[in-house]
Nanobody, 112 residues
Framework: EVQLVESGGGSVQPGGSLTLSCLAS????????MRWVRQVPGKELEWVSTINSDGSSTFYGNSVKGRFTISRDNAKNTLYLQMNGLRSEDTAVYYC?????RGQGTQVTVSS
């Protein structure tokens, strides 16, 4: 059974930073492309970032490019999202995804 457990969310002021983590189990993490997506209540899921299985290729949505960094540690079955320069519009629930599976999410709130 695929399990994805996100953590690291919280409340920060604009311009602040957070690092999200996603602990994966139930599949071969080191062979799997992973993604971060986010969702504001009442709105559609927004793709944030993708990383390939060995971490050599990363991709970002235009709204986060240059501010967020996706990475992974295959020895720890863990996916990360380093978020810098946070803005109010980054407020959302963040999920890591494997195919069609995603975790319970972690809330990020950016507010002064």
């Amino acid at each position: 059974e695929v399990q994805l457990v996100e953590s690291g969310g919280g409340s920060v002021q604009p311009g602040g930073s957070l690092t999200l983590s996603c602990l994966a189990s139930g599949f071969t993490f080191s062979s799997t492309t992973m993604r971060w997506v986010r969702q504001v209540p009442g709105k559609e899921l927004e793709w944030v970032s993708t990383i390939n299985s060995d971490g050599s290729s990363t991709f970002y949505g235009n709204s986060v490019k240059g501010r967020f960094t996706i990475s992974r540690d295959n020895a720890k079955n863990t996916l990360y999202l380093q978020m810098n320069g946070l803005r109010s519009e980054d407020t959302a629930v963040y999920y890591c995804t494997e195919g069609t599976s995603r975790g319970q999410g972690t809330q990020v709130t950016v507010s002064s």
